[in-house]
């Protein structure tokens, strides 16, 4: 075991040093005063060891309150254990049992001081006793018998020794103790200190939380608020938009009406032949109303849309007379150019639930824009069937679209932004009215495309399947 000198625990010291130095006063105090009543007169060694014992509690008094406990511990420590040896002084060697008590002094010393300190003070104890048994006379003391003094001598050395190595002993043991207990009770104090500074880091982020979570609330108020108003903005546009494009409507059919009357039967006028200068004016604003009337056309069917009063007249339409009627549109749209018309459909196909108008439009602009940006080359028109669907596709060799514009292209006003494009005028709404009607059909649409090489706009409609008594009804997408 580690050897110490110095005190481990001066609490130890502090505890047991003054109820020690009491009982020592008092003791001191008693004996002084048994011999003033006894009237001792032999001597006046027994007043001088009291006063001694006196004197050394009151010096270890002081000591101990000036805070210096290694010092009060080791007077305390020699009083006890050297004043009984001297009593050897008044009252001699034989039946003296005052010296044993010097027992005390060396357990004192252990508990006080330090392990080795007891050893010390044994040695001290020894040095002084053997002095006072064989020099007697130096005190004035008569020598006693021989065979007592050796005992005497023998048993004190025997006991001191004894005492202080179990003292030495119990005293590393104790100290080792208080140790052990000294460094748990500061580690529980840094425990406890960092559980207090923990609970204050969680208390602040407790606080922090409910502010965030005073802040979130807040701030899903004003969201909720927010949305409140966006979709009332919102439903107000396309309101305000379906009536507007309805009011223009009303106009333009007049215009192209009384136009196409002018150019297809100029005798219902009493002006007669109209020129053919004034037959091209009117046939430009016959195709600038037509086309206005388009585009409103596709005004009024976002907003309605949008607005959620698109209603679809859902049927089982048979596809390939649907198909074969976007194949003879197309051929004219196609007449006099180098593009190849291709049909890619099988005949028969199922029929389809879907509102035939809605797909007409659907096809027709598919079919408008593969013309519009198709030069040379071919277009097909195609379909196949799945387990629950109908996949049909217009299939083109125009220009083309880049990857980053594939899903732009189905946003509201986009267009692509290439030369090919400038040329052909447009609101860029086809694209997404399709994508809205496939998608009010419980369909979906998709791009396939490569710059340069073409394009295929493919989309699903919900077969319709017969069932065994003949009937038959539409199977749901899963």
């Known amino acids: 075991m580690q050897r110490t000198n110095a005190i481990p625990d001066e609490s130890l010291a502090a505890e047991v040093l003054p109820p020690l130095l009491a009982v020592l006063g008092a003791s001191a105090a ?36 000036r805070g210096r406990l290694r010092q009060a511990g080791i007077s305390v420590s020699y009083a006890l254990a050297l004043l009984p040896i001297a009593s050897i002084i008044p009252f001699g060697v034989a039946n003296n049992t005052l010296i044993f008590l010097s027992a005390t002094g060396v357990i004192a010393a252990g508990v006080l001081v330090t392990p080795n300190a007891a050893i010390t003070v044994a040695r001290n104890a020894i040095g002084v006793l053997m002095i006072l048994l064989v020099f007697p006379g130096l005190f004035g003391q008569s020598r006693p018998d021989l065979p007592i003094t050796l005992s005497v001598g023998m ?26 207990a000294l460094e748990t009770s500061s580690k529980s104090e840094r425990r406890e200190h960092l559980l207090r500074a923990t609970q204050g880091d969680l208390e602040r982020t407790l606080r922090e939380r409910d502010q965030l979570n005073d802040r979130l609330y807040k701030l899903t108020l004003d969201l909720e608020t927010a949305r409140t108003e966006a979709e009332t903005a919102y439903r107000s546009k396309a309101s305000f938009m379906a ?32 020129s053919e200068a004034v037959t091209a004016d009117i046939s430009e604003i016959r195709r600038s109303g037509q086309h206005l009337l388009g585009l409103i056309n596709d005004i009024l069917d976002l907003a309605r849309i949008e607005a959620g009063r698109l209603e679809l007249n859902k049927a089982a339409v048979p596809l390939v007379p649907l198909l074969d009627e976007i194949m003879r549109t197309t051929k004219g749209l196609l007449r006099d150019r180098p593009v190849l018309l291709r049909r890619e459909y099988p005949s028969p196909l199922p029929s389809v639930h879907i509102d035939a108008v809605r797909v007409r439009q ?8 593969a013309c519009k940006f198709t030069s040379v080359g071919e277009i097909a028109v195609g379909a196949r069937v799945e387990s629950a669907e109908v996949i049909l596709w217009v299939r083109d060799t125009g220009i083309g679209i880049a990857d980053s514009d594939r899903m732009r292209v189905f946003n509201q006003f986009e267009q692509v932004e290439t030369d090919d494009a400038k040329h052909h005028a447009g609101t860029g709404l086809g694209l997404s009215i399709c994508r809205w009607l496939v998608e009010l059909h ?21 077969r319709v399947q017969p069932v065994l008594n003949g009937s038959a009804h539409p199977t749901p997408l899963h």
């Open 30 to 65: 008693m004996s002084f005063g048994l011999l003033l009543l006894a009237q001792w007169r032999a001597s006046a060694s027994p007043y001088l060891l009291s006063g001694a014992l006196i004197a050394s509690v009151w010096l270890s008094g002081t000591l101990l309150q």
């Open 362 to 369: 659907v096809l027709l602009n598919l079919v408008s824009n």
């Open 155 to 180: 048993i004190m050395v025997m006991l001191l020794i004894g005492v202080a190595a179990l003292t030495w002993a119990a005293g590393y043991a104790i100290h080792g103790t208080i140790g052990w």
């Open 442 to 462: 419980g369909g979906r649409m998709w791009l396939d495309s490569e710059l340069g090489k073409g394009s295929i706009f493919s989309f699903t409609l919900p």
């Open 243 to 274: 009536t507007m494009s309805h009011e223009l409507r009303t106009p333009l059919n007049i215009i192209i009406g009384f136009s196409s009357a002018l150019i297809d039967h100029p005798e219902m006028y009493d002006s007669g032949p109209i």
